[in-house]
């Protein structure tokens, strides 16, 4: 059997999660993959972390020998892995640094990467698709919309479909908060509950001013063709929202592109519109195609165990494909 060795970046939340995840399905691979080192800011450079690492992980502490923030390209560099899965923060001020340096030193020296991270995938996308052609090395990004609910990668299994628009809730924090409010909790108490589940990014205003949704709406714009970005963009959140100013109507954190214009935006919804009723912190997706009319996709978006299983899609691509 093909052997697959791993190399983590970031060993938080979706980080230890698809550790367990992996292990426990194990038998979903035609190949045998193993984690052969985790790398991660406060818990060191681990070789071969063994099956507790997780409850070991949790109190935080160094694991592996201490690293500097700086050395991680070099680590990468060296490392003996065939796939990198990089899980770090969302970054947008440094527009998706360091993990474009991460990802982009893994496929220099001939590594297929897998992340979750939209910074590097939004801000970078054709520098990445670059590389991935040069080095014939795979850069797989599922997890970056929608978590491990088919998303863009529906588009997959439509062969020759053109997408003329799509639509949707591409926040689980907001659309959390959005439903408690609803039903008469306050913003910050439901925001509270969303980061406790660990919906919410590290940096919560990402999800609350919109600019979570914009990114996802970015990656699947890259997807199809279109070459939107945050600048030109309209983006606007929630903080500071009144829902009873909607009336009768359902407002949601609407995220919508086609190939000429591209925003995140509240928006007032009618009760017989099937988004309107996508709550909690589930996802929804309305793609517009020239083959079959209107697709609609509904799923978790966030959330650690949710997040993993994009790594497993996206492992199971590169595996299934030889590599
Ligand atoms: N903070 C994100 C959300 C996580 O709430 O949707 C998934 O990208």
Request: aromatic share 8%; charged share 25%.
């Amino acid at each position: 059997m093909r052997r697959y060795r791993v190399l983590i970046i970031g060993f938080g939340n979706v980080g230890q999660a698809f550790f367990r995840l992996l292990s426990m399905k194990k038998d979903a691979f035609n190949a045998d993959v193993q984690v052969s080192e985790i790398i991660d800011r406060r818990r060191g450079h681990i070789i071969n972390p063994g099956p507790n690492v997780v409850d070991e992980a949790r109190s935080g502490r160094l694991l592996g020998r201490r690293i500097d923030i700086d050395e991680v390209p070099q680590l990468i560099e060296e490392s003996d892995a065939d796939i990198v899965c990089e899980f770090t923060d969302l970054n947008i001020r440094d527009r998706g640094e360091p993990a474009f340096t991460y990802l982009s030193t893994a496929i220099r020296s001939g590594k297929h990467v897998i992340t979750t991270n939209k910074g590097p995938i939004a801000f970078h996308y054709d520098e990445l698709m670059e590389l991935s052609r040069r080095y014939n090395r795979l850069v797989r990004f599922k997890g970056t919309v929608m978590a491990g609910t088919p998303s863009f990668n529906v588009l997959e299994l439509l062969p020759g479909a053109s997408v003329n628009y799509f639509m949707g809730i591409l926040n689980g924090t907001t659309n959390f908060i959005l439903t408690r409010m609803y039903e008469g909790m306050s913003f910050n108490e439901a925001l509270r509950i969303a980061q406790e589940r660990g919906y919410a990014e590290a940096d919560p205003s990402l999800d609350i001013d919109g600019w979570d949704a914009a990114l996802k709406a970015i990656i699947i714009s890259r997807v199809l063709g279109w070459r939107h970005s945050l600048e030109g963009m309209e983006v606007r959140g929630i903080r500071d929202i009144d829902i009873r100013a909607f009336g009768d109507k359902i407002v949601k954190l609407i995220a919508f592109a086609n190939k000429d214009v591209a925003y995140v935006k509240p928006m007032a919804l009618d009760r017989g519109d099937v988004l309107a009723h996508v709550n909690e912190n589930l996802n929804a997706l309305r793609i517009g195609t020239d083959t079959l009319g209107d697709i609609m996709v509904i799923g978790p978006g966030a959330g650690p165990m949710e997040t993993a299983q994009a790594v497993l899609t996206d492992l199971a691509y590169i595996i299934n494909r030889g590599y």
